[in-house]
């Protein structure tokens, strides 16, 4: 079952798009995180991007950095990741994407990472310093293809080069919505409107856009525009300032409810 697929085609059935929520595995610990993961897929979360916690996050802004700093302290892993994403996978159906850089997935060994993720019910990864030209040092080692290989294209990526890292993913294309890191601000709707117009033009990929989508206003702007929006940096937000607060699962829910209601479509009745 391509649990990717179903999803797309779900939302799409019932006039919304997809929410994909990104949590860094592990912050600010273990149990927590799992509570919070929980809390997110019963609240309608429709796919979780699940980061996995590494020293020298690069793409991400202040906000991941120290998302990635704590889990790192409480012993977070790879091996503990898949754990976890083993635990997800029992009591929910919905898509699981690893997210990472590819220094944890290289030593952990491209072979291992593929049968232990495949194994734990993860649907797919984004290695987001791993481009097409490189991959094939990690992809040829993979037993098979039960694992989605999700491709970022950058706002500043020509044509011809979209078609290209288009042509080598599966599972959907991830739009980055503008230049620099995670949880930075500002959308340009119309730029990104007219890239996904684009991309449009030569793949069938569902596309979803991410990085500095916040609030619910945003998620609504870009649901007007792609397959699925992915929101980040704004849940570890609520995380990083509510660390000792034992509502935080409950404010988490709250937030995921908001950000999906934004992703239905608005129905226009016309004139009598």
Known sequence: MNRIKTTFELVKKKSERALIGFITAGDPDFDMSLELIKQMCSSGLDMLE???PFSDPTADGPVIQRS????????????????????????TQIPIILFSYYNPVHAYGAENFYNDSVKAGVDGVLIVDLPPE??????????????????????????SRMKEISDSGSGFLYLVSKTGVTGSGGLDTANIENQVNDLRSFTNHPICVGFGISTPKEVEAISNIADGIVVGSAFERLIESNLENRKLPLMMGKKITEYKEATKMKQTIGPD
């Open 50 to 52: 699940l980061g996995i």
């Open 68 to 91: 990635s700093a704590r889990a790192i302290k409480n012993g977070m892993n790879l091996a503990i990741v898949l754990e976890m994403a083993a635990q997800i996978r029992r009591i």
């Open 134 to 159: 490189e991959s094939r040092e990690m992809t040829s080692k993979w037993a098979g293809d039960d694992l989605s290989l999700i491709r970022l294209i950058a706002p500043t990526t020509p044509l």
